[in-house]
């Protein structure tokens, strides 16, 4: 279909790699230090009962500001790293998709190896759900991927919060915004990312205090969990980009883009620090009190911030990200900086 496929792609005029839009390399390194606030009492609880985040025993706040907050941003993040590939891909070879679902089944690899360690893995999710629904969406043209995106994401709140359908629908989200072009202008404005910001949160505040006060029954309170989560995850990102525009910026890519441009090998190499600090701490991970699961993250977020900072002046990308990029074009690209 000649003319979908055009919606998709720009094709460079040389097979290079695309440029990196920093912005979202900021956003991703953001929501990776949330998911491992997150994911620390799980991790720590591996041969345990399999949990799914913060419970209880940790102070309210915290688990308020950050359980259903973070993997909306991955998931869309995805969602939009999936379709520049595909834009890129289209420019770069004569059967893009195939370079796409390749670069999927990799994923599941990595994801259900991950899974024999933890198993809260979600790129396997992430892997089955691309090639389900994120693939085959390539075909269809920008509004009808637009609309089905805001029918999962509407289907999955009535629903409760249902997982896969919500990271399908942020998955066809986050392409839409590059079908529609705007990715690539998510630089260029300080007013329009402060103004959604500003509706999200006056919409969002409600809910989040239904959250920490209303006597709702289980069926109701998943929703608002979700409503919640989904739109602080979306203030967050406003928030982000507007202290982009700020002197800030240099400081936010200083902290955060390194970590974002590793977020794959980071993201497994915490499973396997945060088991080895719950290992040596011992007791209940989630009888851990809110400041010492903070401590954790710091710890682990310093290490990791060290190691991409100075991997990176020497690499163009993480180990994981470029095996991984080596299985999704079938060659071997440059790892040394020139």
Same mark, same amino acid.
């Given at each position: 279909?000649?003319?979908?496929?055009?919606?998709? /792609?720009?094709?460079?005029?040389? &097979?290079?790699?695309?440029?990196?839009?920093?912005?979202?390399?900021?956003?991703?390194?953001? /929501?990776?230090?949330?998911?491992?606030?997150?994911?620390?009492? &799980? =991790?720590? +609880?591996?041969?345990?009962?399999?949990?799914?985040?913060?419970?209880? +025993?940790?102070?309210?706040?915290?688990?308020?500001?950050?359980?259903?907050?973070?993997?909306? =941003?991955?998931?869309?993040?995805?969602?939009?790293?999936?379709?520049?590939?595909?834009? +890129?891909?289209?420019?770069?070879?004569?059967?893009?998709?195939?370079?796409?679902?390749?670069?999927?089944?990799?994923?599941?690899?990595?994801?259900?190896?991950?899974?024999?360690?933890?198993?809260?893995?979600?790129?396997?999710?992430?892997?089955?759900?691309?090639?389900?629904?994120?693939?085959?969406?390539?075909?269809?043209?920008?509004?009808?991927?637009?609309?089905?995106? /805001?029918?999962?994401?509407?289907?999955?709140?009535?629903?409760?919060?249902?997982?896969?359908?919500? !990271?399908?629908?942020? *998955?066809?989200?986050?392409?839409?915004?590059?079908?529609?072009?705007?990715?690539?202008?998510?630089?260029?404005?300080?007013?329009?990312?402060?103004?959604?910001?500003?509706?999200?949160?006056? !919409?969002?505040?409600?809910?989040?205090?239904?959250?920490?006060?209303?006597?709702?029954?289980? !069926?109701? *309170? $998943?929703?608002?969990?979700?409503?919640?989560?989904?739109?602080?995850? $979306?203030?967050?990102?406003?928030?982000?980009?507007?202290?982009?525009?700020?002197?800030?910026?240099?400081?936010?890519?200083?902290?955060?883009?390194?970590?974002?441009?590793?977020?794959?090998?980071?993201?497994?190499?915490?499973?396997?620090?945060?088991?080895?600090?719950?290992?040596?701490? $011992?007791?209940? &991970?989630?009888?851990?009190?809110?400041?010492?699961?903070?401590?954790?993250?710091?710890?682990?977020?310093?290490?990791? #911030?060290? #190691?991409?900072?100075?991997?990176?002046?020497?690499?163009? *990308?993480?180990?994981?990200?470029?095996?991984?990029?080596?299985?999704?074009?079938?060659?071997?690209? /440059?790892?040394?900086? +020139?």
């Amino acid at each position: 279909m000649p003319a979908n496929t055009s919606q998709i /792609a720009s094709p460079p005029t040389t &097979p290079t790699a695309r440029a990196r839009i920093d912005a979202l390399d900021v956003v991703r390194g953001f /929501a990776l230090c949330g998911i491992l606030v997150v994911n620390i009492p &799980p =991790i720590a +609880s591996i041969g345990g009962p399999v949990t799914t985040g913060l419970s209880g +025993s940790s102070e309210d706040w915290l688990g308020l500001l950050t359980v259903h907050r973070f993997f909306p =941003i991955f998931s869309l993040l995805f969602g939009i790293g999936f379709a520049l590939q595909m834009r +890129s891909a289209a420019g770069r070879v004569p059967r893009p998709r195939l370079v796409l679902a390749r670069r999927l089944l990799v994923l599941l690899g990595i994801g259900v190896l991950h899974f024999l360690v933890w198993p809260g893995d979600i790129l396997t999710t992430y892997a089955v759900v691309g090639l389900a629904v994120l693939l085959p969406a390539t075909w269809l043209p920008r509004w009808a991927g637009a609309g089905l995106a /805001a029918a999962l994401i509407a289907t999955s709140l009535v629903l409760g919060g249902d997982r896969l359908v919500l !990271v399908a629908g942020l *998955f066809l989200l986050g392409a839409a915004l590059v079908r529609y072009g705007v990715v690539d202008r998510i630089e260029r404005s300080t007013r329009v990312p402060l103004v959604l910001g500003l509706v999200l949160t006056a !919409v969002a505040a409600p809910l989040v205090w239904a959250q920490v006060d209303a006597d709702l029954g289980d !069926v109701l *309170f $998943g929703r608002v969990v979700n409503a919640a989560g989904l739109l602080l995850a $979306g203030v967050y990102i406003c928030a982000v980009l507007v202290l982009l525009r700020t002197p800030l910026r240099t400081v936010l890519h200083t902290a955060f883009a390194p970590l974002g441009r590793m977020a794959l090998t980071n993201y497994l190499t915490a499973t396997l620090l945060v088991g080895a600090i719950g290992l040596a701490i $011992g007791g209940s &991970p989630h009888d851990w009190p809110a400041a010492q699961v903070l401590l954790i993250a710091a710890a682990v977020l310093i290490v990791q #911030w060290l #190691w991409s900072t100075l991997w990176l002046r020497r690499f163009r *990308f993480g180990p994981v990200e470029w095996l991984w990029r080596w299985a999704t074009w079938a060659r071997r690209p /440059a790892l040394r900086r +020139s």
